[in-house]
């Protein structure tokens, strides 16, 4: 197994920037009326998976690391 040096290594990591990548691609497709309302809420939405793991994860107690995984389930 290999081991976890920081936020990268982990796979629930790497899966929200799988789905920020997702997000970015499919809005691409919605109408520019929803530029600034339904788009811009979808990506800020999914960006802050990614960015509370890693947050988290840089946390010196397991309890803020905790919270923080529980934020980015929304």
């Known amino acids: 197994m290999k081991k976890i040096k920081n936020f990268r290594d982990l796979d629930i990591w790497k899966k929200g920037i799988e789905i920020v990548k997702d ?3 499919t809005v ?3 109408p520019k009326l929803e530029l ?3 788009t811009n809420q979808m990506q800020r939405a999914s960006l802050s998976i990614p960015t509370n793991i ?3 994860f840089n ?3 397991n309890k803020e690391y905790k919270q923080f995984l529980y934020i980015a389930l929304g």
């Open 59 to 61: 946390r010196f107690h």
């Open 54 to 56: 890693a947050e988290g």
């Open 28 to 30: 691409r497709e919605f």
């Open 23 to 25: 997000i970015y691609k």
């Open 36 to 38: 600034y309302s339904l």
